[in-house]
């Protein structure tokens, strides 16, 4: 079984830029789930994705945005980035919120 | 908001030792995950616990949740070298996902 994809593995943009990340999940799980991790804030949930709904959303500003397609892959947006943006993105998939399997994350760097 | 402690937040220990890393949370939780990070990488799940009392176990890491203490535990037994990387525990609640710090462990030859 293939596992989590995520493209692009890394990224940089610039501040004001906007960024789509990619996650295609394991095959027949309907849940992702995208995470932040910096090294001043630690990990944060960003979103939850269930067949195509958006479950819940961590507290980030509306410049993240997120969408789940009917295949089950999902996309996270950025939209006018700022420095403090730049961080590892992590995706997870599962069945539903149980066992999680994650991508090997896509790393941003904004100049 | 509910709020995750880990402690420690850095640990080393020496081979064939065995340690406790503790997570506590501040408000009901409806399960707790045990996850571990190696340096550069993803995050790799080891357990999820979904009800008081539950421990399961994996080779030489064990976890334990307590519900009513708000307390889940990740003991390791016998510690070797390959165990070296940062733990993260995460309580889900409320449809979020909240994180601890990380204990970050080194076991030394």
């Known amino acids: 079984k293939a596992g989590v994809t995520q493209t692009p593995r890394y990224l940089i943009k610039t501040r004001g830029q906007q960024v789509t990340l990619s996650c295609s999940p394991i095959?027949?799980?309907?849940?992702v789930s995208w995470y932040q991790q910096t090294p001043g804030q630690g990990l944060q949930f960003l979103f939850e994705?269930?067949?195509?709904?958006?479950?819940n959303k961590g507290n980030f500003p509306g410049r993240f945005s997120g969408r789940q397609f009917s295949n089950s892959r999902s996309e996270m947006n950025v939209s006018t980035l700022e420095l403090g943006d730049s961080a590892l993105y992590l995706c997870?998939?599962?069945?539903?919120?149980?066992?999680?399997?994650f991508g090997p994350g896509t790393r941003l760097t904004v100049t | 908001e509910l709020k995750v402690e880990q402690n420690p937040l850095f640990l080393s220990m020496q081979e064939g030792k065995n340690y406790t890393i503790y997570c506590n949370y501040s408000?009901?939780?409806?399960?707790l995950y045990w996850y571990r990070q190696d340096p550069g990488k993803s995050l790799e799940s080891l357990f999820v616990?979904?009800?008081?009392?539950a421990v399961k176990q994996e080779g030489r890491l064990m976890a334990s949740l307590d519900t009513k203490a708000r307390l889940s535990t990740l003991h390791i037994t016998a510690a070797v070298h390959d165990l070296s990387a940062t733990y993260f525990c995460?309580?889900?609640?409320?449809?979020?996902?909240?994180f601890g710090t990380g204990t970050s462990l080194t076991v030394i030859p």
């Open positions: 994705y269930f067949s195509e709904t958006q479950r």
């Open positions: 095959s027949g799980h309907r849940s």
């Open positions: 408000t009901t939780s409806d399960r």
């Open positions: 997870a998939s599962s069945v539903d919120r149980g066992w999680q399997y």
């Open positions: 616990l979904l009800s008081n009392g």
């Open positions: 995460t309580a889900f609640t409320g449809n979020q996902f909240y």
